[in-house]
């Protein structure tokens, strides 16, 4: 019987069964064999915190109102990080094959029906680890933050938040040419970030503020500032971390109000400008030439090229029926927990 995680109230997470989807033409049964929890969006879902479990989202208006929940518990099959092994494929299916790891969004479940030309692109190479798989699209927000920071050769970029995505925006910033400043609060994460080429390194709790901090690191304040801690007193800091007129991206998922954030301060005397980066769109500038497939396929190829190196990333591997364990820990804040990744009992492989 297949399975799939499941939101049942907040802080109650567990796997239950699940009935099995026909094949259809066009498709192809994928087995999972991991699948990466979200420690932002999903950790809303399993605290209670998301807007989607207390308000109406009107997608045409594009607003929250009052209403019915939009998304009200139980929630299944949470999850956008997964990988897997094809099973079966239907008869006009061509590609991807039996036996080819795809990666993909298919939610925490042990198996799904996706449609074959949705995974044809996101094949991976024979003898690839199929973890890595996981990372395909935690990557892409990365790069996207990264794209709306519009970070240039020889600048300076802050990255607050060092979990996993901040780790992947910097190794990135770094790529693209900038001196990178890693802001966090766990000395651990500053540690992988100097690994993945930050230059500098700043405990996010210090006296007058790290924003401050940043300034004199970078001799006068950063370029452009990424937060992605989803702390509105985080983001705070990013503004007065940056040059008069600078850039900070606010691509965390901001839970609640914003008491934190000062707009009459630092914000209004050097005319900073905030810009929003979430997955569902891409920076202005680039929208003609990049679209979120091509987010995945540049991220990827750093990955599979060995620019970079998501291993040391994933400190946890569980499976998928101690789910709740992992969140347990998400949500207490364990500082020897990166990335956690469900594994799936399935016949159909494991891991390279």
Known sequence: ???????????????????????????????????????????TAYRGSNPYLTRAWDAEARLFRDGEPTAPYPLVGWGYSEVGRVVEVADDV?????????????????????????????????????????????GSIALNAVLAADVRLGEQVAVFGQGVIGLLATRLAALSGARVVAVDVQPGRLE???????????PALVDGGVGAVVRDVTGGGADSAIELSGSSAALHEAVRSVVVEGTVVASGFYQGGAEALRLGEEFHHNRVS???????????????????PRLVRVFMDQVLTGAVDVAPLVTDVVAAADVATAFDRLDAGDPDLLQAVLK?????????
């Open 274 to 292: 905030i810009v929003a980066s979430q997955i569902s769109g891409v920076p202005v500038p680039v929208g003609r030439r990049w679209d979120q």
């Open 344 to 352: 799936f009992d399935t016949d159909a492989g494991e891991r390279a």
């Open 94 to 138: 061509t590609s991807p094959a039996v036996g080819d790891v795809v990666h993909g969004i298919w939610g925490h479940r042990s198996e799904a029906v996706l449609p074959a030309d949705a995974l044809a692109w996101r094949r991976l190479p024979e003898g690839t680890d199929p973890v890595v798989g996981v990372f395909a699209r935690v």
């Open 1 to 43: 019987m297949p399975t799939v995680v499941q939101f049942t109230a907040p802080r109650q997470v567990e796997l239950v069964d699940c009935a099995p989807e026909p094949l259809r033409p066009g498709t192809v049964r994928v087995a999972t064999l991991y699948s990466g929890i979200s420690a932002g969006t999903e950790l």
């Open 192 to 202: 992988v970030a100097t690994r993945l080429g930050a230059a500098a390194v700043v």
